[in-house]
């Protein structure tokens, strides 16, 4: 019985080091940002407000198994903080753990006792987001997007939510061919994992999307902070698969919160609102996209330039094979479950060979292209989204405009094939 006692306690303080210490984080790598928080020379520390700089130490002192230190470093903050709380809570749980160790079988339901101390969740998603942004930062971590393939220039800036991070980046070009980081934050996503498939699941859609509307002053609820950016889900990729729901928004915090759990809305993205406010001037209406899933690729620099050359190859054989007015091989281009508009693909096949019969040439050129690649898997399996400005002129008709393509393949061997096309609306 005693063995048996012994093996359930081994067992339940293993779970609960799993908890403290996912992603796992190394002893010296625990020591080192240990260090580089308490000296503050760091250039990462150096403006970092006290209480953040707080918090973040007593969350590295609870992942090093030292309750007493992160509550004597939670002594000096600021006790309003729900945060922080919550810190001096788990540090307490984990000291009454330990003495659970201590006392082994003395009374009959101390195993109980030990095994409830040690399954509580105390909710501190939010200062773990916090720590692993913080050592990615370190680390130089989260640099360059494997996703933002090929910014065009009438691309403001990509906003990134990682969910699985919780994390929230900003990239823009930097005129010389390479990305700007302008942003890196803790964000809030839907109470409930996994992508948005209905509505009202609580769940935040994965996808690419744009912000195109900006709610403020009256026409915004206070629970929503100071703006709320809403962004174009369910978009033609969604309505393919059938998914449903609306009112995504990039928002804020209620005025009178402080601090919110990683998983905490009803599918929307929230920020705090001194950091909303901040934002807010990033946000460029049609111009800003948003690339939502999780745990995003960085610095991948070989797989990064593989995916663009693939998209830009096949995107300009078929644009050869259109203007060759081969019409068979220019469908060859096209997935089986292609949709435009009302055309499946048989309908488009007979709308493209009754058009190209009546042609005597057809040229098309493509300028200001953008691709973006997506980090989730699709059913029809990987997808990139290239929007570019389209010259069509034909022996009896000329037209230009902006056009949208979602491209699938199945595996790397295979070529994208296309699976939507639209027109963009100016």
Not at 299 to 319: A, P
Request: glycine content about 8%; charged content about 25%; proline content about 4%.
């Amino acid at each position: 019985m005693k063995q048996s006692s012994k093996l359930l306690r081994q067992s339940l303080l293993g779970l609960l080091l799993l908890v403290l210490s996912v992603p796992a984080v190394a002893d010296e790598q625990l020591a080192y940002i240990s260090q580089v928080l308490k000296e503050g020379n760091h250039q990462m520390v150096r403006g970092m407000q006290a209480q953040e700089r707080t918090i973040l130490r007593a969350t590295a002192a609870l992942k090093s198994d030292q309750p007493g230190q992160a509550l004597e470093l939670l002594a000096s903050a600021k006790t309003q903080d729900p945060l922080v709380a919550l810190l001096q809570a788990e540090a307490h749980r984990i000291q009454a753990v330990e003495a659970m160790k201590q006392a082994g079988a003395y009374g009959e339901d101390s195993g109980t006792q030990e095994q409830l101390l040690a399954s509580a969740d105390l909710g501190l998603g939010e200062a773990n987001a916090r720590f692993y942004s913080f050592m990615d930062k370190l680390n130089h971590d989260a640099g360059d997007p494997v996703d933002i393939l090929l910014p065009g220039s009438d691309i403001a800036n990509v906003f990134m939510f990682d969910k699985a991070r919780n994390r929230m980046f900003i990239y823009a070009s930097d005129g010389k061919g390479g990305l700007s980081k302008l942003a890196d934050e803790y964000v809030v996503t839907g109470s409930e994992k996994g992508d948005k498939q209905v509505q009202g699941d609580g769940k935040t859609p994965n996808g690419i999307y744009r912000f195109i509307k900006k709610l403020h002053g009256d026409e915004l609820d206070s629970r929503y902070g100071p703006f709320a950016f809403p962004i174009d889900y369910p978009n033609e990729l969604d309505a393919l698969h059938k998914k449903n729901g609306n009112g995504i928004w990039l928002h804020g915090y209620p005025l009178d919160v402080l601090r919110r759990p990683p998983q905490d809305t009803r599918g929307c993205f929230s920020i705090s609102n001194n950091r909303l406010i901040e934002v807010a001037n990033h946000v460029k209406l049609k111009r800003s996209w948003v690339i939502v899933g999780e745990n995003f690729a960085f610095d991948q620099q070989g797989k990064k330039h593989e995916l663009l050359k693939s998209v830009r190859n096949d995107i300009e054989t078929w644009r050869r094979d259109w203007t060759s007015l081969n019409t068979t091989s220019y469908l060859s281009h096209y997935h089986d479950a292609f949709r435009s508009g009302e055309r499946d693909l048989a309908a488009w096949k007979h709308y493209k060979r009754r058009v190209n019969a009546n042609k005597s040439f057809v040229d098309v050129a493509f300028a200001n292209l953008t691709i973006m690649h997506d980090p989730n898997r699709w059913p029809e399996g990987e997808v990139v989204v290239a929007e570019f400005d389209q010259h069509y002129k034909s022996s009896n008709y000329a037209d230009q405009g902006r056009k949208r393509l979602y491209l699938a393949r199945d595996s790397e061997s295979q070529p994208w094939k296309i699976l939507l096309e639209e027109s963009v609306k100016q």
